[in-house]
């Protein structure tokens, strides 16, 4: 009998997560794993992003209630996953974010202790709250719950890079030692057609285009990005920053670009379904976030071929491959600016040094396609789609007693 496996998003709004359940859902072997999609509801002014599950064939099961945000819904959310666990009787339940994992992980204990049955737990931590979201009262209420759900609901916590596995289990001290495990994210390496990014921005072929893909949300630093391109703008250096998606700031940061002059060098596209045929036409790769786990973004865009100017947190840094030396600068102070194969990091409250990095890799083109190169070679070997399903699929099967994968 096929493994049942139930996977709890809290929306399947635009990013990597999204991506990740969808294939999933339609890419572990279905004489092996039976799988359904369990999600809630995206809301006003976040990307929706749905449409690549339905695309794919998948038809989730919709809760209407389970969003991101706390809310006395959620005891209604945690008995409707009870009643479909109790109607599905899964054998792994596979959680995903904060909010799904939490909502998620008490109903199992409630399934557990109704059914008598011993459903597997896995969590991801596709990125994490414990810091830069929230207040400190609120983070550390989080954490607690974590910390608790990690010992009494978890079988499995999975992250998706190194860097990230040391952050939460050893700073933050979520779960044991023996409970994580670390599955780096895979990718599909086609991309549709579409116009180019220079048509849609309707500027010459030849301007470098510094791109950034994500939610204008708090945690992704978009200031930042703007403040780079502020500096670089007074130097009168010839590049486009272009803001790829959408999201609550985008009215305040395009007050805010409008403000400092720099609304023929600050470009928002909104969100774009047609983002994987966009990042062939950057010339450098950008994320300013404070808190990340592994960025989608940047995996997608070095597999075309484009190095990364980026912060170092959470697991960006797995993702550089190994620091390199570069011919210093006779008018940029490179001091604050980390040199790696695949691109450049610095720290994320930084924008001189931000904006010094970018500067650097525009005014060097060999060094960039240097970069670029050594990066679609790193994507490619480490980050394939197939890889990532089988190692799904093989820790789903090391979870279950073999040939009693149903109590």
Request: overall charge neutral; proline content about 4%; glycine content about 8%.
């Amino acid at each position: 009998m096929a493994t049942r496996v139930m996977q709890i998003i809290d929306r399947l709004n635009v990013g990597g997560p999204t991506k990740y359940v969808t294939w999933l859902a339609t890419g572990l072997d279905p004489s092996d794993f039976e799988t359904i999609l369990v999600t809630g509801t995206i809301p006003p002014g976040e990307g929706d992003m749905s449409w690549f599950a339905l695309d794919a064939g998948v038809s989730p099961l919709i809760i209407p209630e389970m969003s991101r945000e706390l809310s006395h819904k959620d005891l209604v959310v945690i008995w409707k996953l009870l009643q479909l666990m109790l109607r599905y009787q899964p054998d792994i339940v596979h959680t995903h974010k904060a909010k799904a994992g939490a909502v998620g992980r008490l109903a199992v204990l409630l399934y557990r202790l109704i059914s008598r049955k011993r459903c597997r737990v896995v969590h991801i931590f596709h990125g994490h709250i414990f810091h830069s979201y929230y207040g400190p009262i609120k983070t550390m209420i989080f954490l607690t719950i974590e910390r608790i759900l990690a010992r009494l609901a978890t079988d499995r916590i999975l992250t998706i890079s190194q860097q990230q596995r040391e952050e939460i289990g050893e700073k933050f001290g979520v779960g044991a030692p023996d409970q994580h495990e670390v599955i780096a994210y895979g990718l599909d390496f086609t991309a549709p057609d579409g116009p180019s990014l220079h048509n849609i921005l309707a500027i010459a072929d030849d301007v470098p285009i510094v791109g950034i893909v994500g939610r204008l949300c708090e945690v992704k630093n978009h200031s930042m990005f703007i403040e780079a391109a502020r500096i670089l703008h007074e130097r009168q250096i010839r590049v486009v920053f272009a803001i790829i998606g959408d999201g609550h700031l985008r009215d305040q940061l395009e007050r805010h670009v409008t403000v400092c002059g720099l609304d023929k060098m600050v470009r928002f596209t909104g969100f774009r379904d047609d983002v994987m045929n966009l990042y062939q036409d950057l010339s450098i790769a950008a994320i300013t976030s404070l808190n990340e786990g592994t960025p989608f973004t940047l995996i997608e865009a070095m597999n075309y071929g484009i190095p990364v100017a980026a912060t170092s947190v959470g697991g960006v840094v797995d993702l550089m491959g190994t620091k390199i030396e570069l011919p210093k600068s006779d008018s940029l102070d490179l001091g604050q600016i980390q040199f790696w194969q695949n691109g450049v990091t610095v720290d994320s409250r930084n924008a001189l040094a931000y904006a010094n990095a970018v500067q650097y890799l525009i005014e060097n083109q060999a060094i960039r396609q240097t970069m670029g190169d050594h990066a679609l070679k790193f994507c490619q070997h480490n980050f394939s789609r197939e890889r990532f399903i089988g190692d799904l699929a093989s820790l789903y099967r090391r979870l279950l007693t073999p040939g009693k994968s149903r109590s």
